[in-house]
């Protein structure tokens, strides 16, 4: 997996919402370049993973930016998002 894709993922924590706001954005801004993680299933359970864990976060604009995200990635993954649909 890309190592700046990894560590915005990991930056995702409920307890740290500043933290995980900023992560989210810039999440949101690298989801449409992500078929080549989507291919490995490794990596697209990790981004899935997150993106789930972060749909809990009950803050508007994380969910805004998240929103966007998952558009981006359904529009480019949607192939290999049938096991989380």
Same mark, same amino acid.
């Given at each position: 997996?890309n190592?700046?894709?990894y560590a915005?993922l ?5 307890e740290h ?5 900023? &992560?989210? $954005?810039?999440?949101?801004?690298a ?6 993680n989507f291919r490995? #299933?490794?990596? @697209?359970a990790?981004i ?5 864990? &972060?749909? $809990?976060i009950q803050?508007?604009e994380?969910l805004d930016h ?5 558009v #981006?990635?359904? @529009?480019?993954?949607?192939d ?5 649909i």
């Amino acid at each position: 997996m890309n190592n700046i894709l990894y560590a915005v993922l990991k930056n995702i924590f409920p307890e740290h919402l500043e933290l995980t706001r900023i &992560a989210i $954005k810039a999440f949101a801004r690298a989801a449409p370049y992500t078929n080549r993680n989507f291919r490995i #299933d490794e990596q @697209r359970a990790y981004i899935m993973n997150a993106v789930l864990n &972060a749909a $809990k976060i009950q803050d508007e604009e994380v969910l805004d930016h998240l929103m966007q995200a998952i558009v #981006d990635i359904a @529009r480019v993954n949607y192939d290999y998002l049938e096991e989380y649909i």
